[in-house]
């Protein structure tokens, strides 16, 4: 990956090298980035990373000291960012997607500078923050280039990348969700999101603690899954290929946990993985599909979990046409007539997520709520109600309709 351009004229520059001292400049020439590029990073990122690239552009950064994914800091930061040329993520998720949100508004590209491989929405056009209350996902500029110094990478906070492998390893339940959806409502899949990438998550399961420990190949190793991973995601033009079940659960308790959880998001994404994993055996394990019934929108656990925004969760079960007895019944129709299928086709993903989940404990990841001192009640119900944070359909889903309502 070091040196490439990914997809033709139009795509990304990616640059993966040893060390990246002294090519900022040159980096940005080759993306074609407009100067003023004004540098954007908290107090830590601006340690590890964002003064060597602040000195090497003779810029002035931009410091958030306490950034956080909400629409309203992002609308801030596009104010403190006027007459910049271009925007500079020093930084992973959240620094990245408020610059991402902020160069949008300008009107202006923006890139990243990777200070640890904690994530995969490097190079997406989505940005995942609050508003209000909620995490939403919002169409945003795409970056223009993503740059990864591994030596930065690998002196980043072995929790970072501990974070980065739950983010990566996901995709068995990822991929049993789309694929009912598609069976059961003709959502969009394609098996092409997911081949050139088992072979690399293989090898990164086997490489975990390698590179949690900070060991050089096996850090790259992570970066590059994380990378194909967000080319993807930036191909197929949304997040599904990466997020589903598991990662509106991860939302949900961000957004909704009492109290709220200080976590990272892939930590937050291994517990949700976990959840959904379980939620998947225990369905397919039957030998006959489950019989559905319509949910009521105007279920009181509803308003509990998602309080003043409730409506916006009775809205997505609506737009999914999970009220509608008439929708639901041709649902379980279908679901009935493919379930034998079902079960042989997405049964390996189940045990390949149990594997990873596995993978997830040994990491001292959260597999289980009481980790990070969630109450397992209000996870459950938090987990029974994440499918309608968005309108995704997948496992959350078809356990709604079923009437389980513990994860």
Known sequence: MTNARHDGDAGPLVRLAPSLAGCEKALLRAAGLPEPAIPVCDPRTLQALGARV???LRVEPVVLEAPAADVALAEALASRCQGAGSILAIGSGTLNDLVKFAASRLGVPCAVFATAPSQNGWLTATASLAVGHVKTSLPVVAPRAAFFDLAVLAAAPPRLR????????????????????????GASFDPDWFEPLRASERALGDRAAAAVAGESQAVRLLTEVLV???LVMRAAATSAPASQGEHAIAHLVECFAEPPIGTLHGELVALGTAALAAVQH???ARSRAPTLHPLSPGDPAIGEVFADHAEQ???AI?????DDPGRVAALEERLRAHWTELR?????????AGERVETFQSLGLPVRPQQLGLDPGRFDRLSRFAFALRPRFGFLTLTALAGETDS
């Open 228 to 230: 194909e991973q967000s």
């Open 318 to 322: 609506a737009a999914l046409g999970l």
């Open 282 to 284: 225990r369905l397919l």
């Open 54 to 56: 602040a000195a090497a």
């Open 162 to 185: 501990a974070a980065g492998i739950g983010d990566a390893l996901c995709r068995p339940v990822v991929e049993a969700d789309l694929r009912l959806a598609q069976r059961l409502v």
């Open 344 to 352: 042989c086709q997405l049964l390996p993903l189940v045990r390949e």
């Open 313 to 315: 969760a009775r809205a």
